[in-house]
């Protein structure tokens, strides 16, 4: 099949692309570096990778390109950390707007007009910013308050244009929301600013890799954002990636929302020390101060896995000790080679 991924550049989309291509797929990427600037994947020159460098916002390039394909999976978005939700609140609502209705018109002009079967659409945990039920189960972000920053309330914009798409026009769909996503190929936002965390400046406000750089630079004791009992369920990038490829796929993911993450919860203060002992071991006993939180540091984030797991067979299985055995030594080389 081929498959168009918009944001193919992106973290997530490292992954996925990777495994569209070892899957046997055909891919078209679109991106236009916005985020990080230039970056080369693994995939770059692959014979059935063809990548245009543009804008997600081309609706008319948009329609060209899903004309030819079978699948398109709607990845691109203006994502940072959680300063980045500060920094760009107006831009992350409107640009990305812009970007999910450009995505959904070509869509709609492929599967009217062109062979185009559906859209899978990256959604983010973040639809459930004010959940009040954990584990959270689909649905729930229809019952809950909606989000309180621009990017979780534009997420959940983009729900509802699936839903709208498929109840006006028939367009099928499938939403994915990924948790948490952990792994390798994460770098800096452009127009991100530098945050002190201590004597350490944050190299993108997200917290695996920023604690990953803390301690390789021996900063004791450890800064963390809040107390440490924030809770969050760090999925690996390469089993989201299998999820998405799973959930466009499988017949009976057609019109239905997955959320896509390990169950496994996991404290931020239980996450800085699994980090510390795997670089100090016993050598140096655990030290952290609490620095003052982010307004929108939601304190749980916990979801049901259970429909992945029953209706696609889909479980998120990479234990984090092991995604921070592969983590670990790549932020250790950027710090090398003075890209954090």
Same mark, same amino acid.
């Given at each position: +099949? #081929?498959?168009?991924?918009?944001?193919?550049?992106?973290?997530?989309?490292?992954?996925?692309?990777?495994?569209?291509?070892?899957?046997? %797929?055909?891919?078209? &990427?679109?991106?236009?570096?916005?985020?990080?600037?230039?970056?080369?994947?693994?995939?770059?020159? %692959? $014979?059935?990778?063809?990548?245009?460098?543009?804008?997600?916002?081309?609706?008319?390039?948009?329609?060209?390109?899903?004309?030819?394909?079978?699948?398109?999976?709607?990845?691109?978005?203006?994502?940072?950390?959680?300063?980045?939700?500060?920094?760009?609140?107006?831009?992350?609502?409107?640009?990305?707007?812009?970007?999910? !209705?450009?995505?959904?018109?070509?869509?709609? %002009?492929?599967? &009217?007009?062109?062979?185009?079967?559906?859209? /899978?659409?990256?959604?983010?945990?973040?639809?459930? @910013?004010?959940?009040?039920?954990?584990? =959270?189960?689909?649905?729930?972000?229809?019952?809950?308050?909606?989000?309180?920053? =621009?990017? &979780?309330?534009?997420?959940? !914009?983009?729900?509802?244009? !699936?839903?709208?798409?498929?109840?006006?026009?028939?367009? $099928?769909? =499938?939403?994915?929301?990924?948790?948490?996503?952990?792994?390798?190929?994460?770098?800096?936002?452009?127009?991100?600013? @530098?945050?002190?965390?201590?004597?350490? #400046?944050?190299? +993108?406000?997200?917290?695996?890799?920023?604690?990953?750089?803390?301690?390789?630079?021996?900063?004791? *004791?450890?800064?963390?954002?809040?107390?440490?009992?924030?809770?969050?369920?760090? /999925?690996?990038?390469?089993?989201?990636?299998?999820?998405?490829?799973?959930?466009?796929?499988?017949?009976?993911?057609?019109?239905?929302?997955?959320?896509?993450? /390990?169950?496994?919860?996991?404290?931020?203060?239980?996450?800085?020390?699994?980090?510390?002992?795997?670089?100090?071991?016993?050598?140096? *006993?655990?030290?952290?101060?609490?620095?003052?939180?982010?307004?929108?540091?939601?304190?749980?984030?916990?979801?049901? =896995?259970?429909?992945?797991? @029953?209706?696609?067979?889909?479980?998120?299985? /990479? !234990?984090?000790?092991?995604?921070?055995?592969?983590?670990?030594?790549?932020?250790?080389?950027?710090?090398?080679?003075?890209?954090?």
């Amino acid at each position: +099949m #081929k498959v168009l991924v918009t944001g193919s550049a992106g973290f997530i989309s490292g992954y996925l692309v990777q495994q569209l291509l070892e899957a046997g %797929h055909e891919v078209i &990427g679109i991106d236009n570096f916005s985020k990080y600037g230039v970056v080369e994947r693994s995939y770059q020159n %692959h $014979p059935r990778y063809h990548f245009r460098q543009a804008d997600a916002r081309d609706v008319e390039l948009l329609k060209e390109l899903a004309s030819e394909c079978d699948h398109f999976i709607a990845c691109a978005a203006r994502i940072g950390g959680i300063s980045y939700f500060h920094e760009y609140a107006y831009d992350l609502l409107a640009e990305n707007e812009r970007i999910t !209705a450009a995505a959904f018109d070509a869509a709609l %002009h492929a599967h &009217g007009h062109h062979r185009l079967q559906k859209i /899978t659409v990256l959604s983010s945990s973040m639809v459930f @910013e004010n959940a009040t039920v954990f584990p =959270t189960p689909e649905g729930h972000e229809r019952q809950c308050p909606p989000p309180s920053s =621009t990017y &979780g309330f534009q997420k959940l !914009a983009c729900e509802y244009f !699936a839903r709208g798409a498929w109840d006006q026009y028939r367009l $099928p769909y =499938t939403i994915c929301r990924p948790f948490n996503c952990v792994g390798v190929g994460e770098s800096r936002a452009l127009g991100d600013k @530098e945050i002190p965390s201590g004597n350490i #400046k944050l190299a +993108m406000s997200h917290v695996v890799p920023d604690l990953v750089q803390k301690v390789l630079k021996a900063q004791d *004791p450890l800064h963390i954002l809040g107390s440490g009992d924030q809770v969050r369920c760090y /999925t690996y990038g390469g089993d989201l990636a299998r999820g998405i490829l799973t959930a466009m796929l499988h017949p009976a993911a057609v019109n239905e929302d997955f959320n896509l993450s /390990t169950p496994a919860a996991t404290t931020v203060l239980e996450l800085a020390e699994l980090i510390w002992r795997k670089v100090h071991g016993d050598a140096r *006993p655990f030290r952290y101060v609490s620095d003052p939180p982010f307004q929108y540091d939601v304190q749980m984030r916990v979801p049901e =896995t259970r429909k992945a797991r @029953e209706v696609l067979g889909f479980e998120a299985d /990479t !234990a984090l000790s092991a995604v921070l055995d592969e983590v670990i030594p790549w932020v250790d080389r950027e710090i090398a080679e003075g890209r954090i």
